[in-house]
Nanobody
Framework: QVQLVESGGGLVQTGGSLRLSCAAS????????MGWFRQAPGNQRDLVAT???????NYADSVKGRFTISRDNAKNTVYLQMNSLKPEDTAVYYC???????????????WGQGTQVTVSP
C-alpha cells in the first residue's frame, strides 16, 4: 500500500507561481507513473500532468508551457512547478501514483488527500 502526502498549495495572484510536492511512502515493489490531477467545484477530476519512472512526461493542453512535472525516484517524490498561473487553474490538486506489489504480483493506484490552489484575478 502506498500513501501519498501533498504539500505546496495556497493562494497566489494571476501570473504567480507555486510548486506542489507529493511524497510516497509505504510498502511496494516499485512506483510506476506518477501524476497530478485537479478538480474544480462542479467539475470532474481532470489530468494535469504525468511522468513515468523513466521521465517521460505528458501534459494537458491547458497547462503546456506553464507547468512542469518532475520526480525524484530516490525520494519517491513528484513535483509540479506551476508558472504563469491563471484564475482557471483554481482547483484542488490531487497526486496519483501507479505502483506494483509482489507476492502476488499486482498493480494498484493511490490518491493523495488533495491540496487547494487558488489563483486570484
Amino acid at each position: 500500500q502506498v500513501q501519498l502526502v501533498e504539500s505546496g498549495g495556497g493562494l497566489v495572484q494571476t501570473g504567480g507561481s507555486l510548486r506542489l510536492s507529493c511524497a510516497a511512502s509505504g510498502s511496494f515493489f516499485s512506483i510506476n507513473t506518477m501524476g497530478w490531477f485537479r478538480q474544480a467545484p462542479g467539475n470532474q477530476r481532470d489530468l494535469v500532468a504525468t511522468i513515468t519512472s523513466g521521465g517521460v512526461t505528458n501534459y494537458a493542453d491547458s497547462v503546456k508551457g506553464r507547468f512542469t512535472i518532475s520526480r525524484d525516484n530516490a525520494k519517491n517524490t513528484v513535483y509540479l512547478q506551476m508558472n504563469s498561473l491563471k484564475p482557471e487553474d483554481t482547483a484542488v490538486y490531487y497526486c496519483n501514483a501507479d505502483y506494483t506489489l509482489l507476492t502476488p504480483f499486482r498493480r494498484r493506484q493511490s490518491w493523495g488527500q488533495g491540496t487547494q490552489v487558488t489563483v486570484s484575478p
